[in-house]
């Protein structure tokens, strides 16, 4: 090799995860990960080559060895550093204008979701805000939450419409994304919502074949012509928003549009959405916080990965998921951060560590969970998700002997975090 991209050397502590080319990480293995240790005084190196893809990990002295000679973008001395993948977010709606910070004062006060919900705030207020709001602004605001979201060391992110909830609102969203995904150097997997709820002066089955006869129609076309590149489908499957029918004609309306199936079910009443989104062969179902024990049988069967939301249910004071239950079964668990006017947590950390305390998950499990199973809720495990060699070169890099310090100092990744990296690039540095 003549030239590389990146070589990170005499870190103390490299975190795989994966060694052997896992697609996700289940119950026992999600307890012990892969990783490299400095060995006396031989650290541990990493290089990126010239693709943006890791071409080796290993020792410092094996690593000097091979590639003694080539000449590299950048070397970063990581002496008494921990690397570690970069961090997967497997749930945001970080499109929206107008905060809701009003109601997290109600919410404080005793309101329930549902019904700061139906006394018109909630999504609904976030709609109105979103409709009036010209792309530019969208695109201003999305961009600082994706670039703050970028320094607590995501590196791939979910991101929704659904607050548009009719044709053009949710095709701007759209746009936008699409938009960040050109000019940012955050990866996105991109999510169509138009099913979020139900818009005010419509019912349930209006909206259901607005969505599926106008919405993804218009979508369809626009990813034709290439104008928008648009990965999954998602619908709100909850009481009083959208019922089992609907989300079934929904979700097989997108599977025939080409999208991945990932969507919100068993959130705050049981749905038996679990049921639903494994017989549909759902790529993943987030919230699941009031998952039947028949759910997490059929998830554990179908593969579909259960995206759990540690800020929704700290926020909202729900009954946590169980995740226990979950992972002891063969589910593979991962987690996102929920970013949204409700949750306002754009970070994984902060987020992992959430799912450490309340939901009972080891700092490995919360791991895991973040990254190689993140990237199967948004089929990409092939090539994110671990350092593996082949796999694309997304790093974060923590000035802490053990990674682990990332969960263990609660909201202190602002300080910990030296570098992210995306693709061998130093796309964040604290350094
Ligand atoms: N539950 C539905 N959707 C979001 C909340 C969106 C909102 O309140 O604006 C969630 O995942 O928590
Ligand atoms: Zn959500």
Not at 309 to 332: F, H
Request: net charge negative; glycine share 10%.
């Amino acid at each position: 090799m003549s030239g590389g991209k990146l070589l990170v050397r005499g870190a103390r502590q490299a975190v795989l995860v994966c060694r052997a080319g896992e697609r996700a990480l289940r119950g026992e293995e999600m307890k012990t990960l892969a990783s490299l240790e400095q060995d006396g005084d031989n650290g541990v190196s990493l290089v990126v080559g010239s693709n943006g893809l890791i071409e080796a990990v290993g020792h410092d002295a094996d690593i000097q060895q091979k590639y003694g000679s080539t000449k590299f973008d950048r070397v970063i001395d990581a002496a008494g550093m921990s690397i570690l993948p970069g961090l997967i977010d497997g749930h945001t709606h970080p499109v929206w204008a107008g905060d809701r910070v009003h109601e997290f004062a109600m919410k404080l006060a005793g309101a329930t979701y549902m019904e700061v919900h139906k006394a018109g705030g909630g999504i609904n207020f976030t709609v109105e805000h979103t409709r009036r709001a010209s792309e530019d602004e969208l695109y201003t605001l999305f961009r600082d939450r994706l670039l703050r979201m970028v320094r607590a060391g995501t590196t791939l992110v979910e991101c929704k419409s659904g607050y548009g909830l009719e044709v053009e609102t949710e095709m701007k969203m759209l746009r936008v994304i699409q938009r960040a995904k050109r000019e940012l150097p955050i990866e996105i997997s991109s999510t169509f919502c138009g099913a979020h709820s139900v818009p005010r002066g419509s019912t349930m089955e209006q909206a259901t074949d607005d969505v599926i006869n106008v919405q993804l129609p218009r979508l369809r076309e626009l990813m034709k012509s290439g104008d928008l590149e648009v990965d999954n489908i998602d619908v709100f499957c909850e009481k009083g928003v959208f019922d089992v029918d609907s989300t079934r004609r929904i979700l097989q309306a997108g599977v025939e549009t080409g999208l991945a199936i990932n969507f919100h079910g068993d959130e705050l009443h049981p749905m038996n959405s679990a049921e639903l989104g494994a017989e549909l062969k759902a790529r993943a179902i987030s919230h699941l916080e009031e998952i039947s024990d028949a759910g997490i049988k059929a998830m554990a069967d179908s593969g579909s990965v259960a995206v759990i939301l540690p800020t929704t249910a700290y926020i909202l004071r729900l009954t946590p998921p169980p995740a226990r239950k979950m992972i002891d079964s063969g589910v593979v668990v991962a987690l996102g951060s929920d970013f949204n006017p409700n949750a306002f947590c754009l970070s994984m950390p902060m987020t992992m560590h959430l799912a450490c305390v309340n939901f009972r998950m080891s700092m490995n499990e919360s791991l895991a969970a973040a990254t190689i199973n993140a990237a199967a809720s948004l089929g990409r495990a092939e090539t994110h998700g671990s350092l593996e060699v082949g796999k694309v070169g997304d790093l974060v890099i923590i000035d802490a002997p053990r990674w682990e310090h990332l969960i263990y100092q609660l909201a202190g990744h602002d300080h910990l975090i030296k570098y992210v990296v995306k693709k061998g690039e130093v796309i964040h540095s604290a350094a």
